[in-house]
Every structure is written in C-alpha cells, then in structure tokens.
C-alpha cells in the first residue's frame, strides 16, 4: 500500500542504536544487549554495506552471536581443536622422532675434531596413523596452540602450517568466548 513507509534495515539498525545507548544509559546492560543483537543483524542485512564488511559481520555473527553467544565460540574452539588433533595425527606427526647424528673424522695424528650434526626432515607416517601415542601428541600440540605458544614437537611440513592456522584461529575463538562471558558476567 505505502511501500515507502516500510522502513530499510539501515534505517532499523540506527533506531536499534539509539534504543541501545538509552538502555546503556539507565545501566540496563541485557536490555542493551538485546538492542545491539538487533542492531547488527539489521546490519548485517542492510543492502548499503560493503561486500567485505558484510562478510565480516556473517562471521562475526556464526562464529560467537556478535560476541554474546559464549556456547557458540566455545563449540566452535572445540570443533577446531578436534579438526586440528585430526589433522596432526593424519598429517602432522612424523612417523618416528628424527634422530640427530654426528659424523666426523680424526686425522691420523690426533688433533682437531670437527662434527657435523644432521637431523633427518620428518617423514610422513605410512602406517597407524590413529594411534594413542600420536593422539597425545596432537593434543599436546593442539592446547599449546591455543595459548599462542609453539609446541617444540618435531613436525612434517604439513604439521607446522596446521600448527600455524591453529595457532591464529583458536585463540581468536577463544577471545571471542571470553568477550562473551564478560559480557554476562558484567549484566
């Protein structure tokens, strides 16, 4: 009937901001809360943004609820930790930890000794992949990648890529929970 009347998602998205800062000004924190929920998915559906942005706000909104789903960011740093465990016992771990060797030679009369220590690159296994010893070593690598800290375990090079994609995402899943439950904690 008045097609001009029905307003846009950006349009919805401002009024969902200004209810928002009136809540956040009478500290109703999960009144406030609700409104930013609603503001960015009016966002988040707005056609005005940029394909990038919007994007962004796609992610943002699977992978934590904009910040207010701690379930959602913990199943997913769970889900991660589990893929990469999987992937290090596949991939990652070498089929036996490389052993360092020294060779060298002793002139005739004594004197000097020079050694060269040489360590084998890590070989993909062939067999028992999905082993106990390999899963703890995976998890091992795993915890550590959650904290930003390097493992020190002897990797093929697929594991030390696997290890540095766990190292960025997990941590980020993890902040992404803790943003979460700060906010509940604070209401």
């Given at each position: 009937m008045?097609?001009?009347?029905?307003?846009?998602?950006?349009?919805?998205a401002?009024?969902?901001?200004?209810?928002?800062?009136s809540?956040?000004?009478?500290?109703?924190?999960?009144?406030?809360?609700?409104?930013?929920?609603?503001e960015?998915?009016?966002?988040?559906?707005?056609?005005?943004?940029?394909?990038?942005?919007?994007?962004?706000?796609?992610?943002?909104?699977?992978?934590?609820?904009?910040?207010l789903?701690?379930?959602r960011?913990?199943?997913?740093?769970?889900?991660?930790?589990?893929?990469?465990?999987?992937?290090?016992?596949?991939?990652?771990?070498?089929?036996?930890?490389?052993?360092?060797?020294?060779?060298?030679?002793?002139?005739?009369?004594?004197?000097?000794?020079?050694?060269?220590?040489?360590?084998?690159h890590?070989?993909?296994?062939?067999?028992?992949?999905?082993?106990?010893?390999?899963?703890?070593?995976?998890?091992?690598?795993?915890?550590?990648?959650?904290v930003?800290?390097s493992?020190?375990?002897?990797?093929?090079?697929?594991?030390?890529?696997?290890?540095?994609?766990?190292?960025?995402s997990?941590?980020?899943?993890?902040?992404?929970?803790?943003?979460?439950i700060?906010?509940?904690?604070?209401?």
């Amino acid at each position: 009937m008045f097609p001009d009347l029905i307003p846009g998602p950006s349009v919805i998205a401002t009024t969902y901001r200004q209810l928002r800062k009136s809540r956040e000004d009478a500290k109703d924190e999960p009144g406030a809360a609700d409104f930013y929920y609603g503001e960015m998915e009016m966002r988040r559906h707005s056609k005005g943004w940029r394909t990038a942005e919007r994007w962004m706000l796609q992610l943002y909104w699977l992978l934590s609820g904009y910040g207010l789903r701690a379930s959602r960011a913990l199943g997913w740093l769970a889900l991660a930790m589990m893929t990469t465990i999987l992937l290090l016992m596949g991939f990652g771990l070498p089929q036996d930890s490389p052993k360092q060797k020294a060779t060298g030679t002793v002139p005739p009369g004594g004197g000097k000794v020079t050694f060269e220590i040489d360590a084998d690159h890590p070989q993909n296994p062939t067999h028992d992949r999905f082993t106990t010893k390999r899963f703890e070593k995976a998890l091992s690598v795993t915890l550590n990648s959650v904290v930003f800290r390097s493992s020190g375990q002897d990797l093929t090079t697929a594991g030390g890529y696997i290890e540095m994609a766990s190292r960025f995402s997990e941590p980020v899943l993890l902040g992404l929970a803790a943003l979460a439950i700060r906010g509940r904690v604070k209401r």
